[in-house]
């Protein structure tokens, strides 16, 4: 088969959406696929190359529907196949891949092949679809993720008279794949899904898919040996299918993730912890060193950056990153206080940022200008509030306010028949921050994206360019470069909450046009000590050179 050299996913920008809280087509208060259709205009208009959907099957929905059912079917609730089929067909005829939320790790307890193996005979195919102990002290090591949920990772069941491993909720037991007949199903599953056109899968929690005692059943070799045939699986299909790995683990352990024959992006989520602590002390030292390491397992685009996405904004126990940055984070951020869930702040970004938009639009400003794959969380474009005090994730999972109207818009449904409560908190209040209103003013948040997103078009360097750290001689402000043949942007951003003067060194381009691409404004000609100064939390995409640019046409 040809080695693909261009990828439809290289530096795409992915928006990521909840289906049940994005819009309602049918009124009954649940998000659906129609209403994700229908809202493929805005998706266009806001410049994003990708939609992220996550999990759309059937599902008791105990852990928002990543406890599933039926792995080829879709929650009838969301619509059905056909409704998949109008999403998928729509989205590429407005330029928009879809990417779908895969569960290889775990079932719903009321999944078929769960009742069936608790019923089995011991030691059987069946049985052993899932992983089975008589007592409850294998895999010491592997640290239990919802803590605040489970103090286990192992749950009696009395119908088959053992313990079942769960590595999420008890809801969730998870698969065994050391059963090759699991590991079948599953690449099954991938296949259906293939056959219906999408585009891409996120692959969740995909660390856990094998255990091993005396480890933290994290990244072992089974697993990659598995992702290598789940990839060989995609390629033999030959699209140009996307595979995404969610591994919420320090880069050296998720780089492993990205080699060739494996998969073709993974979160990085030790950056966006960086970010984070970079902003809440205002030094952007660690974040240096974290980006270089990345790039230096990694190079190129293959990291998929978000800021904020469903789940608790993940710290970690120490082992993401060090103690010393999880509490940077935890003190720098005051409304972080009494949010902490799991291993990290439940928060939106807007409320923790205390509804402050300049450390908002810096984030995203170095969320489009650093190598790898944006990932946008629904409503943050808006800046978005959250509901504290709902269960577990749902503060961040609420409807996405598109107009004033009722239910901002979401939903034309009752009140109590919403999937959650549509944002009222002051400041955040759907009559306000909502897509209607903000399309219309022309300095809105939503309005910043959408130039933000255009320009990142014009830009093949940000979106496929090498990356290059440049020295800056204030402890605040990040410098770097992004390069392809014929264009260089230079970005540099103040990580601090006060204005900084700095020189940076721009010797390699001496002499050079310096053209401000946002502001669309002229500076100085480039040299070694060029001098600029940045507002607080402020921040420039220099146009450097100019040769070849499709900006400046
Ligand atoms: C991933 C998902 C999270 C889910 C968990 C179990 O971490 O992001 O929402 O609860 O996997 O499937």
Redesign the pocket.
Known sequence: MAIRTEHWWTGCVIYQLMPRSFADSDGDGIGDLAGITSKLPYLRWLGVDAIWLTPIYPSPLK??G?DITDFTAIHPELGDLADLAELLEQAHHHDIRVILDL?L??TSLLHPWFQRARWAPSGSVERDFYVWRDDDRSYADAPVLFRHFEDSNWEWDPVAGQYYLHR?LRH?PDLNYDNPAVQEEMLTVVDFWLDRGVDGFRL??VPFLFERDGTRCEGLPETHAFLRRLRARVDAGGRDVLLIA?A?QPVRESAPYLADDELHAAFDFEITAQLFAALAHGQCGELRHCLMHAQAQVPGCRWALPLR???ELWLGDGHLVDESVVQTVVNGFPNARGHWLNWGINRRLAPLLNGDPRPNTLLHGLLYSLPGLPCLYYGDELGMGDWPGLRD?DPNRTPMAWTSERNGGFSTAPDPLLVLPPITAPGYDYRVVNVEVQQQLSGSLLNWHHRMLTSRRLLPALRQGGFELLTSRHPSVLCYARVTDGMTVVVAANLGATGASTSLDLGRWSGSRVREVLAGCEFPPASDDWFVYLNAYGFFWWLVGEQGSEASS
């Open positions: 852990d928002g990543y569960v790790n775990h999420f969730q969740d929690a969610e919420i996405n469903h789940d994730r």
